[in-house]
């Protein structure tokens, strides 16, 4: 029969809790561990415009031929015509102008205004939008598609050095209250 003393009793039952502990952490680690994002591949997939495979975006160039213009692109700030029935352009710079966007699910934008220029209403199905007034008053928005709450319109009044987000799906517009160019 096995007889142990109060004081043996409480160390091998403090042993016990000590390894349950510890196994408890192990496993919720490599838990955590095994549910991030994968690491990437590679660094880059500069797009290789000349290959014939088709594939979701651009076949990767030959990382030997990449270059620094690859990921260059000069000319955003130059103003574009709005003389046009929305009076607004939007200057896209997507892979086509910058190869090295190739698989980062990225695109930088400018929009020109004339006064009561309007970016009409429009959404993106794979990207939220940063949105930054380098000059003038916009008024912006984006309308909800929760049917808890129902459909809820966000917008504000923007001025010079303002950001607004525009989240991923969500039908939103941009509008140029100012009664200037911008």
């Known amino acids: 029969m096995l007889n142990l003393t109060n004081s043996t009793w409480r160390t091998n039952m403090s042993a016990k809790i000590?390894?349950?502990?510890?196994?408890?952490?192990?496993?919720?680690?490599?838990?955590?561990?095994?549910?991030?994002?994968p690491g990437l591949l590679q660094d880059f997939c500069v797009a290789?415009?000349?290959?014939?495979?088709?594939?979701?975006?651009?076949?990767?160039?030959d990382p030997l031929l990449v270059t620094s213009d690859d990921f260059f692109?000069?000319?955003?700030?130059?103003?574009?015509?709005?003389?046009?029935?929305?009076?607004?352009?939007?200057?896209?710079?997507?892979?086509?102008?910058?190869?090295g966007l190739n698989?980062?699910?990225?695109?930088?934008?400018?929009?020109?205004y004339a006064p009561g220029g309007l970016n009409p209403p429009h959404y993106h199905p794979r990207s939220?939008?940063?949105?930054?007034?380098?000059?003038?008053?916009?008024?912006?928005?984006?309308?909800?598609?929760n049917s808890d709450i129902g459909n809820t319109l966000y917008a504000k009044k923007l001025q010079k050095?303002?950001?607004?987000?525009?989240?991923?799906?969500?039908i939103h517009f941009q509008f140029n209250i100012g009664g200037k160019r911008h």
């Open 73 to 99: 692109f000069s000319g955003i700030d130059q103003p574009r015509s709005t003389d046009n029935q929305l009076g607004s352009n939007i200057t896209v710079v997507g892979v086509e102008r910058i190869p």
């Open 48 to 61: 290789n415009f000349t290959s014939t495979v088709v594939v979701n975006g651009y076949p990767c160039k």
């Open 128 to 145: 939220s939008e940063v949105f930054t007034v380098v000059e003038g008053d916009l008024f912006v928005g984006f309308i909800t598609t």
């Open 103 to 112: 698989t980062m699910g990225l695109i930088i934008s400018r929009i020109d």
């Open 161 to 170: 050095g303002d950001v607004f987000v525009f989240p991923q799906g969500l």
């Open 18 to 37: 000590i390894l349950i502990i510890a196994a408890s952490i192990a496993v919720i680690s490599s838990i955590c561990v095994s549910s991030s994002d």
